[in-house]
């Protein structure tokens, strides 16, 4: 059963880029890729969306190669805040499937 | 505030029993996911609704079922609640396809 998955964790100093790149080898052809941030007890929230190629909002960047099998979250100059548990989301076999869920630790 | 709301916020049950949980989705939109969320884990789709329809499922027994009503809430039903179904529930409204917007949750313990 193909899974969705990311790295388990990373860390990162204040000001840097971080990128998270999510695995997804069983996405429907037609399927957006939808990034969100969860913090605890909350439910998560939306990112950025993409379908192909790259997209750019005021937070964040998604890169998507030709093949749509992974994409990368681009999240620039990250600060303390930014500190979560990042999940892609896509679709396919009918079902929508959040991907494992990266948790990202921002370092002052 | 994404304008989705669940109640209740939290809920104590013991096994065997039965559970409703309620979504108001975002206005406008027709389309409500709901998700089941353990502790430490990524959501795990449960099903989606789309114009009070049933339109896509996970990997969840019957006991699991679902309505959508004219007005595009929804509730989640679970019957003979297991020890393992303890999670927090969440919801997620959307227009079909596009940027699910997610409630704060429902937090159901089982006993």
Not at chain 2, 2 to 14: E, N, R, Y
Not at chain 2, 45 to 66: A, D, K, L, V
Request: charge should be neutral; hydrophobic fraction near 30%; charged fraction near 15%.
């Amino acid at each position: 059963l193909a899974k969705t998955t990311q790295p388990i964790s990373m860390d990162s100093y204040e000001g840097q880029e971080v990128n998270i790149t999510c695995s997804h080898n069983n996405i429907a052809t037609n399927d957006y890729i939808t990034w969100y941030q969860q913090f605890p007890s909350q439910g998560p929230r939306f990112i950025i969306q993409g379908y192909k190629t790259k997209v750019t909002n005021e937070v964040a960047s998604l890169f998507i190669p030709a093949d749509r099998k992974s994409s990368t979250l681009s999240l620039p100059r990250v600060s303390l805040s930014d500190t979560a548990v990042y999940y892609c989301l896509t679709f396919g076999n009918e079902k929508l499937t959040f991907g494992t869920g990266t948790r990202l630790t921002i370092i002052p | 505030e994404t304008g989705v709301t669940q109640s209740p916020t939290h809920l104590i049950k013991t096994r065997g029993q039965q559970v409703t949980l309620r979504c108001s989705s975002q206005s406008g939109h027709n389309t409500v996911s709901w998700y089941q969320q353990a502790l430490g884990q990524g959501p795990q789709f449960i099903f989606q609704y789309y114009r009070e329809e049933e339109n896509g499922r996970g990997n969840f027994p019957p006991r699991f079922s679902g309505l959508q009503f004219p007005n595009y809430s929804s509730e989640l039903n679970v019957n003979a609640l297991e020890l393992d179904d303890s999670a927090l529930y969440l919801c997620a409204s959307s227009l079909i396809e596009n940027e699910q917007f997610f409630g704060p949750g429902t937090r159901l313990t089982v006993l």
